[in-house]
């Protein structure tokens, strides 16, 4: 069968959709299911492109407004390519992706990937919801990422005879891909900080990631402990402030955007992965796959209604703090930094948690799962 993945960027532009698409339609073209891709450019030009085997037209973007991409373009390059695909898969949050759904009408079966509800623009979520309420009646079938996610989700609530849980996954090799010069980026990490126990996280710093939160908690922690936060975005020199108005700055550090082979080198020498989000914008929290395929231990949130306590287990393989509690963060962070021994048993399950659940051959079979009950609908 041949796909369209209709999502808001791709690679090399990288976020959570963004890896969680790149690993669906590389998935698909490996098992022999021609897949294209139609995303929004970082720029006002409209490019034709490949990204490894996957043919990707990115269409020019005037500006972004509440995160969304202004790109016209895109409405006229789906009706070019209408009667071309038997699955439109439409990757959300995206309101242009709607917009060109409705315009362009797509002859092929649409399937909805539910990454996240619209959480934090109340305002804007008025003016669209007549659209995304129409594309939810319009779509065959819906995935979502998690069944907690699902069933907290308002807008899914009339659909839940379409909706199709399936779980982010990525590569087993995703992290070793960046291998190549490790040891010495691992040696160069330990020469600037010494042999600290290290709290690492990452992300865009956005609002609801929480890294406030996690800067208080560390104000608990053993003195000796670094918290490494990785990530460039709107808040970076805001938290960056912080940590100087409470006088951390030889305990929490902001290290910007980090490479790939700088997040390796990270992953191999912290003690501890943080995902210290505070709301359901945090839907799945696909860092943290990576953070147990590398055998580390978690300290997450208990966000009801999201993903992220049911991919981070409880006591198997880490700890879910209370939301928005710097007290409660840190206690969980002292207990795995203080106990080697269980933070390995918590790393290691982790591992093992990630084979069974989170590969990305198993979210790709699951999604062709979906694609043929609704193609045989």
Known sequence: MKTLQLTKFYPPVFGGIETATYELAEGLVARGHPTDVLCANTSLRTVRDHYGPVAVTRTGSYAKLLSTSLSPALVSELAKVRRQHEIVHVHLPNPMANVALQLARPTGKVVLHWHSDIINQARAIKLYEPLQASMLR????????SLPYAEASPWLAAHRHKVHVVPLGIRAERLHQATTGLAEARAALRRRHGARPIVFSIGRMATYKGFEILIDAARSLDPDTLVLVGGGGELLDTHRQRVRE????????????????????????????????????????MVLLEAMQAGLPIVATRIAGSGVPWVNADGETGINAEVNDPA????????????????????????????????????????LEVYRRVLAA
Not at 138 to 145: C, K
Not at 246 to 264: C, K, P, Y
Request: glycine share 6%; hydrophobic share 50%.
């Open 138 to 145: 319009r779509a065959d079938a819906i995935i979502a990422t």
């Open 328 to 367: 409660s963060l840190a206690t969980a962070l002292r207990q795995l930094v203080a106990d080697p021994a269980l933070a390995r048993r918590m790393g290691d399950a982790g591992r093992r948690r990630f084979d069974i659940h989170f590969t990305a051959d198993r979210m790709v079979e699951q999604t």
């Open 246 to 285: 409470l006088g951390l700055e030889q305990r929490v550090v902001f290290t910007g955007r980090l490479s790939d082979l700088e997040v390796a080198a990270h992953m191999a020498e912290a003690s501890v992965f943080c995902l210290p989000s505070t709301n359901r914008a945090e839907a799945f929290g």
